[in-house]
């Protein structure tokens, strides 16, 4: 039990789990009025680009895989959140 | 976790540390699936993303009606699965068979709760009128997380034969595992996307 606790995957998944809450709190403390809120979107972007981030390179384990798969993965997390954050601030 | 298998099991596929192999984990062809799946959801959101920016009010109103706990609860729900999933994939890579089983049923038990809170999320929604031709935000909102329901449904089988590969082989074959722990992990990256864009943002 302490191994599967000590275990670095279980350690990325407490990471996740508390950037999640994290996440939501700041929806519901900053968000609440459901008003254009560019504070928020800003972090719930980076934090869901975090996230992703982190389950491709641990939990898929392309950390171990070649640089091939590393540069199309991460490349589609930073295209993918580039975009939206450029979409949503070009729509204000 | 030992490496209790390794000395026992010379067939083909006997348990090897992917990080020996430096290689891709699973069937090389899954990860072409993969990629290609997001890039397709990827434009869905970015599609999403332009035609919110064309009316902030509709899609922030209809945020507003949104079940934000479930939508968290769901998220944890998930990411709790592939954790099962990766410590499976790790403990059936070493040969531990059990613990491996133990952790995929865990996999699964998550997994599945996923579809029955989303029917817990749906059903009121739609008994109030949000319905998908209620308006542009609806649309996308049931078209996008039912997209991705019928991905958790068709993992949810993924896991089911890992389990039987597991369990029913003597030497499970480690890079079935992995390929079906790809997808998995794959429906909880597209998941915690639709999460910041349909729940969270502003």
Partial sequence: MTALIRNPLTIVWALLTTVT????????????????????????????AVKTFLVIWHFMEVRRAPLWLKATTSGWVLALFALLLTFYFASL | MTDVARGSTPQVDKPVRAEARGQVPGDSSMWFF????????????????????????LFLAGQAQLNLDIGTVNTIVLLTSSLFVALGTAAARVGNRAESLRRF???????????????????????????????????????MTGLHLCHVALGLVVICFIIRNVKESVAPKISFVETGATYWHMVDVLWLVLFA???LMR
Wanted: glycine fraction near 10%.
């Fill in chain 2, 197 to 199: 864009l349909l729940y």
């Fill in chain 1, 21 to 48: 809450i994290a996440s939501s709190l700041i929806a519901l403390d900053g968000g609440a009025s459901h008003h254009i809120n560019t504070t928020v979107t800003t972090a719930v972007l980076l934090i869901a």
């Fill in chain 2, 105 to 143: 049923w865990m996999a699964l038990a998550f997994g599945a709760a996923f579809p029955i809170l989303k029917l817990f999320e749906w059903i009121p929604e739609i008994s109030r009128g949000l319905t998908p031709g209620k308006d542009l935000f609806f649309m996308y909102y049931y078209v």
């Fill in chain 2, 34 to 57: 993969v990629i290609g799946d997001l890039l397709i959801f990827g434009g869905y959101f970015v599609g999403y993303m332009y035609y919110r920016g064309r009316n902030h009010e």
